[in-house]
Structure formats: structure tokens, C-alpha cells
């Protein structure tokens, strides 16, 4: 066996190693924020294949049609699909994720190595074991969408060198990973002009017919909901360009920014050796670097100056990212003031061109419709980013640079994780104990999203209906304190419910598991915009969970 064999031997090994981490991680969790709904969808579309649009749900205290909800259904018939075998267990439902992000891994694996070798392997971790891919697990659309843009984004770049009796499968894979990317989420709409763009620079006239091929999906898609429901769901989106104003596509950018800086510290690495004042204390500005994350966290844990904690913390996070940004810019500058000509489309221009597309489209669909910014949101640029400023290293990766990337990595991913894990377990665990703790033969009725909406129904609890309460005398109503839950509801009954009076609420026991906090306001997993918005996860003693139980008068 040759070195390179056993060198790509070993990677592979540390590929399955990546996946265990992601996969142990996730295959029991609870089920947490959107999956509920995602559950709730492929039961729904298994029962009713045809009306995947019309179909109710009382997902939000009254019932809705589907098609009030912001998703196209493929992930979910795929789901249902699964779920008929398997069952609907976290265990079972997750394994189903855990193969698209086994895909993913292998499949970033194999972009980078053709594009920065020397960094493949530890692109991968930085991306693999990071909190946007870990923690965004759940059973939520975002990393199989992620690994739909990967198979995209292997057949244009890893594909480049195929010989020319193998271009035409080239982009009809390509062709094909984007119709199904559009069909899970319709921000993948921003993969149609990389594909043409592509084919229109390698002058493949001939091919360029299959550029139609996603739209054809799309357009396939949209007849069936016209038969359906006499209307196109995708343009019932709601579209979130500010026509009156500029400031809001800003601030949608900078919350990009702030929440790629929460997700990752290749931002310190390119200051480190992209900065003048930097390059000469590569270890001292790391260790400032940890220092700073390590005096931040003490300070919060010991529950004083919470306010300017959350500043600093936002403030590091908006610098880190917009480093990367800049690395990336480096890059590009690189690329077009020296040797090689650019407008040449020879497969290593041609590859940058993808990135380059890859990341612009992106930011510019999400700082112009995105409704709130997420980590998972970020996700699925990040790849990129992680390729581009890779390549500010023409060599090996320094060990310094390798170990604290991978370190702050797996560091911060850990403590989010551990955070995010009893965010979800608050309100399966509750669920039961609530059940247990009221009266024997009580009714009792549930409000509330999430996971907690899962777990209620599951432990015997009926979905309250605000447009038609149904609840008498006696009667129980829980519901969980949260965004999309406020007490004020209930406490001054905006909702006109029958009158009622609050018995108690259970409060879940903060502390070191919950310092690097995701459940206050949920902001990993939706941010609103603002000049200087709250990143995706925040330093805090006070990371609360909530439940108030409720008794109708």
C-alpha cells in the first residue's frame, strides 16, 4: 500500500469518527423547535399523499391549512417515508438525518481535498464538528439541505476535470441535486444561476438545456398546487425586501455576519496571519483571543455585568466574521492581480467562480428575504467560506493555526451543545412530570411550539383552539413560557379564553451546562435584525426554561 493510499485511508477513518460525534450527539436528543411540525408534516402527507398543501394542522392554536407554513414537502415525504419503517423515535427519525450528514462530511471532504488538499482533513473537522452542524441537527431540513448543496457543488467543482464523455452526467447531477434542494427549502432558488453560469463560462451549448431541468421541477411543483389548491405556494412566500428603505438589507448582512461569527473562529486565524500588527504575535493573539471567550465566561457565570458581557460577546462576534469576509476578499484580490488570467475558464477559474457564486448568492438572498437570521441559515455558506480562506495558507496549516481552530471548534460546539440538549430535554421531561403531578382524570389542554408541542400531545394533553376553546371548569391549560409563547397570552387574556388562574410554573435549574446559552429568546435558531443584533448564542447564569400551568375558573 502507498503512503497516499494509507494517508487516504486514515482520513477516511477520521471522516467515520466526524460522522460517530455528530450522529452520538444528535440520536437520542429530544426533539426541539421546529421539529415538532416536521413530524407532524409527514404524518400528515402519508395519511393525505395528494394534499401535502390543503391539509389542517393546529400547530399555532388554531387549525391552518399546510400551505400557510414556509417549507415545500420533498423532506417530508422522505421523513414519512422513513418514519412507516422505522417508527417515529428520536432514535429512528435521526438515524434518517444522520445519512445526509454522513453525505455531507464526505462530501465537503471531497471538495476541499481538490481544492486546498493540504487543509481537507481539517476543513472537514472545523466544519463537521462546529456548533452550526452539530447543534442544527435535530430533525430539522437544513443539514440534508446542506448535503443536497454539497453533492451540487461536487459535481461543478470536483467535476471540473471529468473527461468530456462524462460533462453530461456532471450536470445532470448538478441539474438534479438542485431540483431537490429547491423542493426541501426555496432559498436553494439561489443554485439556478450557478448551474447557468457555469455552463454559459465553459461554453457547453449543447448542455445548456439541462440549466432547465430544476426549473422544470419547480414549475412541476407549482402545477400540482394549482390543481391542488388553485394557487402557487412559492409566491405565498412572504418576499421581506424593504421597498421604503435601505437599513434593512444592512442589517440583515450584518446579522449574517455576527451570526457567522458565533459559528466559527477562522476569523481569529485570518487576522493572525492576514493582519500586520498580528503576524508577528501569532501566539499572543491567540492566546488574548481564548483569554478574552474564557474571561467573558467567567464573569457571566458569576451572574454580574450580564448587559456588558452580551455586548462584548456580539461585538467579537461581528469583528470574527467580518475577518472572514475579509479573508475572503484577500483571496479574490490574490486571484485577480496576479499571474493567471481570470477570464480563462480553465477548471481551477472556474472552481473559484463556483465559491465566489456560491457565497454571494447566499448573502444576498438572505440579506434581502430572509423574515429572521439563524445559525442554520449560515450553515450552508460556510462551507464555502471555510474553502476560500483556506486558501490565504499556500502550505501546510501551521499546528498552532490547526490546533486552535479545531479547539475553539469542539470547544464551543461542546458547551452550545450541552446547552441546546437540555433546552429540548426541559420540555419532553416536563411534559411528563406535569401529567403525573394534576389531579387523576384532570383534562388538560396545551398551548405552546416546539418541542414542547411533541412531547404534550404524546403525554395525553389536547391542543387548546384560541378561535374555539372547548375547555370547562376545572380543566388544566398548559403552555410553555417562551418567543413564541409570552405569558402576557394568558395572564391578561388577549385570547378571550374562559377566566383562569395561574397554579404554578416549573422552571428548569441553570447553571455551567447552560452558560453558553441557546434557549433565552431561542436566538440560535432565529434572530431578529438590528444595527448590532444578539448572535446565536449568548454567555448567561439565567438560560430559562419555563411552563405555566394554568386551572379554568
Known amino acids: 500500500m502507498t503512503a497516499a493510499s494509507r494517508r487516504e485511508m486514515s482520513d477516511y477513518v477520521w471522516l467515520f469518527l466526524f460522522w460517530a460525534v455528530a450522529t452520538a450527539y444528535n440520536l437520542y436528543k429530544p426533539y426541539h423547535i421546529d421539529d415538532s411540525a416536521h413530524l407532524q408534516f409527514a404524518q400528515t402527507f402519508m395519511a393525505h399523499p395528494l394534499h401535502p398543501m390543503t391539509s389542517t394542522l393546529n400547530l399555532g392554536g388554531a387549525p391552518e391549512p399546510i400551505w400557510h407554513h414556509n417549507q415545500p414537502p420533498l423532506y417530508f415525504y422522505l421523513l414519512g417515508l422513513w418514519a412507516s419503517v422505522f417508527g417515529y423515535s428520536e432514535p429512528a427519525t435521526h438515524a434518517f438525518g444522520a445519512l445526509f450528514a454522513g453525505a455531507a462530511i464526505i462530501l465537503f471532504y471531497r471538495i476541499a481535498s481538490v481544492l486546498t488538499?493540504?487543509?481537507?482533513?481539517?476543513?472537514?473537522?472545523?466544519?463537521?464538528?462546529?456548533?452550526?452542524?452539530?447543534?442544527?441537527?435535530?430533525?430539522?431540513?437544513?443539514?440534508?439541505?446542506?448535503?443536497?448543496?454539497?453533492?451540487?457543488?461536487?459535481?461543478?467543482?470536483?467535476?471540473?476535470?471529468?473527461?468530456?464523455?462524462?460533462?453530461?452526467?456532471?450536470?445532470?447531477?448538478?441539474?438534479?441535486?438542485?431540483?431537490?434542494?429547491?423542493?426541501?427549502?426555496?432559498?436553494?432558488?439561489?443554485?439556478?444561476?450557478?448551474?447557468?453560469?457555469?455552463?454559459?463560462?465553459?461554453?457547453?451549448?449543447?448542455?445548456?438545456?439541462?440549466?432547465?431541468?430544476?426549473?422544470?421541477?419547480?414549475?412541476?411543483?407549482?402545477?400540482?398546487?394549482?390543481?391542488?389548491?388553485?394557487?402557487?405556494?412559492?409566491?405565498?412566500?412572504?418576499?421581506?425586501?424593504?421597498?421604503?428603505?435601505?437599513?434593512?438589507?444592512?442589517?440583515?448582512?450584518?446579522?449574517?455576519?455576527?451570526?457567522?461569527?458565533?459559528?466559527?473562529?477562522?476569523?481569529?486565524?485570518?487576522?493572525?496571519?492576514?493582519?500586520?500588527?498580528?503576524?508577528?504575535?501569532?501566539?499572543?493573539?491567540?492566546?488574548?483571543?481564548?483569554?478574552?471567550?474564557?474571561?467573558?465566561?467567567?464573569?457571566?457565570?458569576?451572574?454580574?455585568?450580564?448587559?456588558?458581557?452580551?455586548?462584548?460577546?456580539?461585538?467579537?462576534?461581528?469583528?470574527?466574521?467580518?475577518?472572514?469576509?475579509?479573508?475572503?476578499?484577500?483571496?479574490?484580490?490574490?486571484?485577480?492581480?496576479?499571474?493567471?488570467?481570470?477570464?480563462?475558464?480553465?477548471?481551477?477559474?472556474?472552481?473559484?467562480?463556483?465559491?465566489?457564486?456560491?457565497?454571494?448568492?447566499?448573502?444576498?438572498?438572505?440579506?434581502?428575504?430572509?423574515?429572521?437570521?439563524?445559525?442554520?441559515?449560515?450553515?450552508?455558506?460556510?462551507?464555502?467560506?471555510?474553502?476560500?480562506?483556506?486558501?490565504?495558507?499556500?502550505?501546510?496549516?501551521?499546528?498552532?493555526?490547526?490546533?486552535?481552530?479545531?479547539?475553539?471548534?469542539?470547544?464551543?460546539?461542546?458547551?452550545?451543545?450541552?446547552?441546546d440538549w437540555r433546552f429540548a430535554a426541559f420540555f419532553r421531561d416536563e411534559a411528563r412530570s406535569v401529567v403525573a403531578s394534576l389531579p387523576a382524570g384532570s383534562r388538560i389542554w396545551f398551548y405552546g411550539g416546539w418541542g414542547w408541542q411533541w412531547y404534550a400531545h404524546g403525554a395525553g394533553m389536547v391542543p387548546v383552539n384560541i378561535d374555539k376553546s372547548l375547555m370547562q371548569p376545572g380543566d388544566y391549560l398548559v403552555t410553555s413560557s417562551d418567543d413564541l409563547t409570552p405569558r402576557a397570552l394568558f395572564t391578561e387574556n388577549r385570547f378571550h379564553l374562559q377566566p383562569m388562574t395561574l397554579v404554578r410554573t416549573d422552571r428548569k435549574s441553570t447553571g455551567l451546562p447552560d452558560l453558553f446559552c441557546t434557549a433565552r429568546y431561542a436566538h440560535f435558531y432565529g434572530v431578529g435584525y438590528s444595527w448590532l443584533p444578539d448572535g446565536p448564542w449568548m454567555l448567561t447564569d439565567d438560560c430559562r426554561n419555563e411552563i405555566d400551568i394554568y386551572r379554568v375558573n
Open 117 to 419: 488538499p493540504l487543509h481537507a482533513l481539517w476543513l472537514t473537522g472545523m466544519m463537521a464538528l462546529g456548533p452550526a452542524f452539530i447543534v442544527n441537527q435535530n430533525l430539522m431540513v437544513d443539514v440534508p439541505l446542506l448535503a443536497l448543496w454539497l453533492l451540487f457543488f461536487d459535481a461543478l467543482i470536483v467535476g471540473a476535470d471529468s473527461e468530456e464523455q462524462f460533462q453530461r452526467r456532471r450536470f445532470l447531477i448538478a441539474a438534479g441535486a438542485a431540483s431537490a434542494a429547491v423542493l426541501v427549502k426555496y432559498s436553494s432558488l439561489v443554485l439556478l444561476p450557478v448551474l447557468g453560469a457555469v455552463l454559459v463560462v465553459e461554453r457547453r451549448w449543447r448542455l445548456l438545456w439541462i440549466a432547465g431541468v430544476p426549473v422544470a421541477a419547480l414549475a412541476a411543483w407549482s402545477l400540482f398546487n394549482l390543481i391542488e389548491y388553485r394557487h402557487i405556494h412559492m409566491l405565498q412566500r412572504p418576499m421581506g425586501i424593504a421597498r421604503k428603505s435601505w437599513a434593512l438589507p444592512v442589517m440583515r448582512f450584518i446579522s449574517v455576519v455576527v451570526t457567522l461569527g458565533g459559528l466559527t473562529p477562522l476569523g481569529l486565524l485570518v487576522a493572525a496571519h492576514l493582519l500586520p500588527w498580528c503576524k508577528r504575535y501569532v501566539p499572543l493573539v491567540y492566546a488574548v483571543g481564548i483569554g478574552a471567550l474564557i474571561g467573558m465566561a467567567v464573569v457571566a457565570l458569576a451572574g454580574v455585568a450580564e448587559g456588558a458581557v452580551d455586548l462584548a460577546l456580539r461585538l467579537c462576534f461581528l469583528i470574527n466574521g467580518a475577518l472572514i469576509l475579509l479573508g475572503v476578499c484577500v483571496v479574490v484580490s490574490r486571484r485577480l492581480f496576479g499571474s493567471a488570467p481570470l477570464f480563462i475558464a480553465t477548471p481551477g477559474n472556474v472552481r473559484l467562480l463556483v465559491l465566489l457564486l456560491w457565497v454571494a448568492g447566499h448573502i444576498a438572498f438572505y440579506s434581502l428575504f430572509a423574515p429572521f437570521m439563524a445559525s442554520r441559515h449560515v450553515l450552508l455558506v460556510l462551507p464555502a467560506l471555510l474553502l476560500l480562506c483556506a486558501m490565504l495558507w499556500p502550505v501546510s496549516l501551521p499546528r498552532i493555526d490547526a490546533a486552535v481552530g479545531l479547539g475553539l471548534t469542539v470547544a464551543v460546539t461542546f458547551m452550545v451543545g450541552w446547552a
